[in-house]
C-alpha cells in the first residue's frame, strides 16, 4: 500500500514541479516588451503597503494602518545628529509633514502614496504622471547625463539606463524640503537616488531603491516593495489637487 | 523648460501677406487694428492664412497622422485677457516694460467677446472689478493663486510636447507639469458628477484633425486673469488639425448653456519645434501671488 502511493505521489510531484517551471517560463514570456525588446512598464500602478506612513516597520495607531516596513533590515543608519531630527520632525509632524503643505512630494515618497501613477514608455523617455498633485517625472533614458548644479528641484533629475532588463535611474538635483513617509524621515540636498524597476511578471514591478545622503545617512541604505498593475477596465488618472480645496489654506512659502 | 511664447522656425515669408491681409479684413468688419506691431510671423487667428488642401501628414507606426513633438503657439496670444489683450494688459506693459501682445483669439462671434448672458456679463464685469484688489481668495485669478488652468486656458499658456501612443494622445505641458491622457478608444466619459480641473478628454482622428470633447469641467478655472469664467456646465470641442509639416491649428467649440448666449470658437496656432527636456515647473510651491494680492501673511 506504501509503496503503491508513492508509486501515485512522485509522478504527481514530477508533473506540478513540470508545470511549474512551465508557468515561470510562460510569466517571462508574457513580460510585455516594447518595440526595442525592453521590458514595457507602460501602464497604471500603485504600491499597496503603508510606507506612506512609515517607511519602517510600525505598529498601528489611529488612522495609521500597521505595515512591515520597506527598509531593508528596517535600519536608517542616521548620522547621530540627524537621527535627533528625525526624532523633533515625527513630534511635530502634525504641522511639519511638508504633505501638509501639499508640496510636491519629492522622490521616491511619490512612489508609494497611497495614489495610482501612469508610465509612458518609449525608448528615449520614460514619462511617470501621478494623480497626486498632478505631479511628473521625465526620466531621460537617451544616454544623456544630469545637467550640471546643484540645481534644487522637488523631483529632482532623473536619468536612465537599461542593465539587461533591469530599468536603472539615477537621480540627483533635490532640494531639502521633502520627507520620504509621515513618521519624519528626512534627507538632505546631497540625496542621490538609484532606483530599479524590474518586471517579476506582466502585473507587477519589482521597485527597489538605494538612497544616499552623507549629509544625513552614515552608510546607503536600500527600500524594496512591489507595484502592482491596475488593471480595472477603463480605469484613469483623475485629480488629487490638494492645495486647491479649501479657499483659506495658504501655508508659507519655503524660504 | 521656459521657452519663449513664439516659437523659432517660423514663416517670415507670410508676414507681409498676413498683415496686408489682416489690415483688409480690419478695414471690412471694423475691430480695431492692433496698436502694437505684430511679432515676426504673427498668425493673426482672426484672419489666417489659407491651408493647403492637400497636405498629407507624416503617420506614427500605428498610422495616426504624426503630431509628435514639442509645440509653440504662433498666435501671440496671453492668458492676460482673450478679449481685449492688448488695452487690458496696457499698464502692466508700461510698468513692467514687457512687450505688448496682441493675439485675440476669439474668432466667434466675429466681435471676438464672449457671448455672455445678461447675468454672467455682469458678474464678469464684477469679477473684471475684482481682479486687481480681491476681496475674496476666490475672485483672485485661479492660476495666480497656484491652480491648473483648466482648458482651453493651458493651450495659450505655454510650450507643450504630444507624444502618441496606440489609442492614447499624451499632452505633457511646460507650465505647472500639467498633462493630459487623451484615450482615442471610444470610452464614454466619467459619470457626470465627477468634476476635474483639466477636465476629462476623449479623443478620436477625423481625417487630419484629433477631435478632442471635454467633458466633466469643474466651475473653478478662468479663461484668462481678468475673470472670464464658465461654469461646470463647460463642455469643450477641440479640433488639432495638422495642416502643414510643422503646423497645428486649434480651434475649439467652447459651449456653457447656463452662462454663455451661443457656443463660439477660439482658434490658437501652434508651430512645430525642436524637443526640449522639459524641466520642473512648481508652481504652488513658490507662489506668492495670493500672499502679495490679497495682502496681510495670507500665505
Given at each position: 500500500m506504501r509503496q503503491c502511493l508513492s508509486a501515485i505521489v512522485i509522478p504527481v510531484i514530477l508533473t506540478v514541479g513540470a508545470d511549474m517551471a512551465r508557468g515561470q517560463t510562460q510569466g517571462n514570456q508574457a513580460v510585455p516588451r516594447d518595440a526595442d525588446g525592453k521590458p514595457d512598464f507602460s501602464g497604471i500602478w500603485q504600491a499597496v503597503n503603508t510606507a506612506a506612513w512609515d517607511i519602517q516597520a510600525h505598529h498601528a495607531q489611529k488612522g495609521?494602518?500597521?505595515?512591515?516596513?520597506?527598509?531593508?533590515?528596517?535600519?536608517?543608519?542616521?548620522?547621530?545628529s540627524a537621527l535627533a531630527k528625525k526624532r523633533a520632525n515625527y513630534q511635530n509632524r502634525v504641522t511639519a509633514d511638508p504633505e501638509t503643505k501639499c508640496y510636491l512630494p519629492g522622490v521616491p515618497r511619490l512612489m508609494y502614496m497611497p495614489y495610482p501613477f501612469q508610465i509612458f514608455q518609449t525608448p528615449k523617455l520614460v514619462t511617470m504622471l501621478f494623480e497626486y498633485v498632478h505631479a511628473t517625472r521625465s526620466i531621460y533614458t537617451d544616454g544623456t547625463?544630469?545637467?550640471?548644479?546643484?540645481?534644487?528641484?522637488?523631483?529632482?533629475?532623473?536619468?536612465?539606463?537599461?542593465?539587461?532588463?533591469?530599468?536603472?535611474?539615477?537621480s540627483i538635483h533635490f532640494n531639502e524640503e521633502t520627507w520620504f513617509d509621515r513618521a519624519g524621515n528626512f534627507h538632505s540636498e546631497q540625496l542621490h537616488l538609484v532606483e530599479r524597476f524590474?518586471?517579476?511578471?506582466?502585473?507587477?514591478?519589482?521597485y527597489e531603491v538605494t538612497v544616499e545622503d552623507p549629509k544625513v545617512f552614515s552608510r546607503p541604505w536600500r527600500m524594496s516593495m512591489i507595484l502592482y498593475r491596475h488593471k480595472e477596465k477603463d480605469l484613469q488618472l483623475l485629480e488629487y489637487e490638494c492645495y486647491a480645496f479649501d479657499n483659506e489654506f495658504h501655508p508659507p512659502v519655503p524660504q | 523648460m521656459v521657452?519663449?511664447?513664439?516659437?523659432?522656425?517660423?514663416?517670415?515669408?507670410?508676414t507681409s501677406t498676413i498683415i496686408v491681409a489682416a489690415a483688409a479684413r480690419i478695414a471690412a468688419q471694423g475691430p480695431p487694428p492692433?496698436?502694437?506691431?505684430?511679432?515676426?510671423?504673427?498668425?493673426?487667428?482672426?484672419?489666417?492664412?489659407?491651408?493647403?488642401?492637400?497636405f498629407k501628414p507624416s503617420r506614427t507606426p500605428d498610422g495616426q497622422p504624426n503630431i509628435e513633438g514639442q509645440w509653440v503657439q504662433a498666435s501671440d496670444i496671453i492668458t492676460y485677457s482673450i478679449e481685449d489683450p492688448e488695452a487690458e494688459r496696457a499698464e502692466h506693459v508700461a510698468l513692467g516694460g514687457q512687450r505688448p501682445m496682441i493675439g485675440r483669439p476669439i474668432i466667434d462671434p466675429p466681435d471676438g467677446k464672449?457671448?455672455?448672458q445678461p447675468w454672467a456679463l455682469k458678474f464678469a464685469a464684477f469679477l473684471h472689478e475684482q481682479h486687481l484688489k480681491p476681496s475674496k481668495p476666490e475672485y483672485l485669478d485661479p492660476v495666480s493663486r497656484g491652480f491648473q488652468e483648466g482648458?482651453?486656458?493651458?493651450?495659450?499658456?505655454?510650450?507643450?510636447?504630444?507624444?502618441?501612443f496606440p489609442n492614447t494622445v499624451l499632452i505633457t505641458y511646460d507650465y505647472h507639469h500639467s498633462y493630459r491622457v487623451i484615450p482615442l478608444d471610444n470610452r464614454p466619459h466619467l459619470p457626470a458628477n465627477v468634476k476635474l480641473w483639466m477636465g476629462d478628454s476623449r479623443g478620436r482622428?477625423?481625417?487630419?484633425?484629433?477631435?478632442?470633447?471635454?467633458?466633466?469641467?469643474?466651475?473653478?478655472?478662468?479663461?484668462?486673469?481678468?475673470g472670464a469664467f464658465h461654469s461646470d456646465a463647460l463642455h469643450l470641442v477641440e479640433r488639432w488639425s495638422i495642416t502643414a509639416p510643422d503646423h497645428i491649428v486649434y480651434i475649439v467649440t467652447v459651449e456653457d448653456p447656463r452662462v454663455y448666449t451661443q457656443p463660439w470658437k477660439l482658434r490658437v496656432d501652434y508651430r512645430r519645434q525642436p524637443v526640449d527636456e522639459q524641466w520642473e515647473s512648481a508652481v504652488w510651491e513658490g507662489n506668492r501671488t495670493a500672499d502679495v494680492v490679497l495682502g496681510g501673511g495670507r500665505r
Open positions: 495609521v494602518p500597521a505595515g512591515m516596513g520597506v527598509v531593508e533590515g528596517n535600519e536608517i543608519p542616521y548620522l547621530p547625463a544630469h545637467p550640471p548644479g546643484h540645481i534644487d528641484w522637488w523631483m529632482g533629475d532623473s536619468r536612465g539606463k537599461w542593465e539587461g532588463d533591469t530599468l536603472v535611474i539615477d524590474s518586471l517579476l511578471d506582466a502585473d507587477h514591478i519589482n | 521657452r519663449p511664447s513664439v516659437g523659432a522656425g517660423i514663416a517670415l515669408v507670410l492692433p496698436k502694437n506691431p505684430p511679432p515676426p510671423g504673427w498668425i493673426d487667428p482672426r484672419n489666417p492664412p489659407k491651408e493647403d488642401p492637400n464672449i457671448p455672455y482648458l482651453p486656458r493651458i493651450n495659450y499658456q505655454g510650450a507643450f510636447h504630444i507624444q502618441q482622428w477625423e481625417n487630419n484633425t484629433l477631435v478632442i470633447d471635454v467633458a466633466n469641467n469643474n466651475d473653478q478655472t478662468w479663461l484668462d486673469i481678468v
